[in-house]
């Protein structure tokens, strides 16, 4: 907060109490729209995270210590008035009394006119003694009234004191008397003068004083340093409030996210559960596919060696035909047994075939 004010008045006061938070608004926006253009993602803005902040306790805030601050200016103010009515009253009544003294400054040289006219009219030289002698009265005058022209106290010599005392001895002339007089008269004027004097002391006097201890007090430095301390708490305290929701939805933030990892990871064990499912159902599948194509190789397998059986059969037969082993009742009993010699044995071709060379070369031996 800013406050300026007149060197003259207190009505040449100007506060400024918005202008800098409405500064430093204009400078933040800057400095974010500046972040967002360079991609500076270490900044983060209040609306950007969609934070549901409590704009009106913040406002009421701001609008409750900018209220404050404001009180304690007007007070400062106040004080201020009473000293600058005060001085004015001073002032005022200091420009009275000038008028006043020049008014019987007036009187008094009117009256010095007329004691030159007087002068002229008896006819008495400037230097003579009759116009010193009147000079002295005229000051022991002035001693009586207590004052002179100048303001000050006169003071009588010895000598003056005995020059006076044969003045009065011998009497006044008519001059004198007239003059003395006119002389009265000017007294008035001269003892108002020094009242006038004494009265303008005092309220300068009062005037430095009032100055010193509004100097001393300073009230408005005083009040301004208050209002900015309350303002800058007030701020502190509205950054606290931001920055306790941004910590809040932060916090929010995260534990969704959590739960959302949670769930991810539930569901993708679930997947796995059941991709581990299928899997055991493929290679089940395989395993019975294998097991067919075992069994059906082992069937192809029994009705190749079958078929190699009876072809074997055939040649032996064969062999033994052409070797005139046998009639047909042995032929058709030794081919009942070689089958059931076979079937038991399971003979290989090799075998077979080996049987076969002996039981021809035993035909022909």
């Known amino acids: 907060m800013r406050i300026q004010t007149g060197t003259d008045e207190s009505r040449n006061q100007a506060i400024n ?39 009106d306790l913040i406002a009421q805030k701001k609008k409750s210590a900018q209220k404050q601050a404001l009180k304690m200016i007007e007070d400062a103010w106040d004080i201020d008035r009473k000293f600058d009515k005060s001085l004015d009253g001073y002032r005022d009544r200091l420009a009275e009394l000038a008028a006043e003294k020049d008014a019987n400054w007036e009187e008094i040289e009117k009256r010095d006119g007329w004691k030159e006219d007087l002068r002229r009219t008896y006819g008495v030289a400037e230097d003579s003694q009759e116009q010193k002698d009147l000079k002295l009265l005229e000051k022991e005058q002035d001693c009586i009234n207590g004052v002179g022209r100048d ?4 003071v009588l010599t010895e000598e003056e004191k005995g020059r006076l005392a044969e003045i009065h001895e011998n009497g006044l002339t008519e001059y004198q008397e007239r003059c003395m007089a006119i002389d009265a008269q000017q007294g008035r004027f001269e003892r108002s003068n020094a009242q006038i004097d004494e009265e303008s002391r005092a309220y300068n006097a009062a005037i430095r004083s009032t100055k010193l201890e509004r100097l001393k007090n300073n009230e408005m430095v005083k009040a301004q340093k208050k209002a900015d301390i309350v303002l800058e708490a007030a701020s502190r305290e509205v950054v606290g409030m931001l920055a306790d929701e941004a910590k809040d939805y932060v916090d929010q933030k995260f534990e969704e996210q ?12 679930e997947q796995e559960e059941k991709s581990e499912q299928r899997q055991e159902k493929a290679e089940e599948l395989e395993q019975r596919i294998d097991e067919t194509r075992e069994k059906r190789k082992e069937k192809e397998d029994e009705r190749k060696e079958a078929e190699e059986r009876a072809r074997l059969e055939e040649e032996l037969l064969a062999g033994m035909a052409e070797a005139g082993i046998g009639g047909i009742g042995a032929t058709r009993e030794a081919q009942s047994d070689i089958k059931t010699m076979l079937h038991k044995m ?20």
């Open 17 to 55: 109490v918005n202008g800098a938070s409405a500064a430093q608004e204009a400078q933040t926006a800057q400095t974010g729209e500046k972040a967002q253009k360079k991609g500076d993602t270490r900044t983060i803005f209040a609306g950007d995270l969609g934070l549901c902040m409590q704009t």
């Open 258 to 269: 959590v739960e959302e990892a949670k769930k991810k990871a539930e569901e993708k064990a």
């Open 346 to 365: 399971n003979l290989l071709d090799e075998d077979l075939k080996g049987s076969i060379v002996e039981a021809k070369l035993e035909a022909y031996s």
């Open 151 to 154: 303001g000050r106290q006169p």
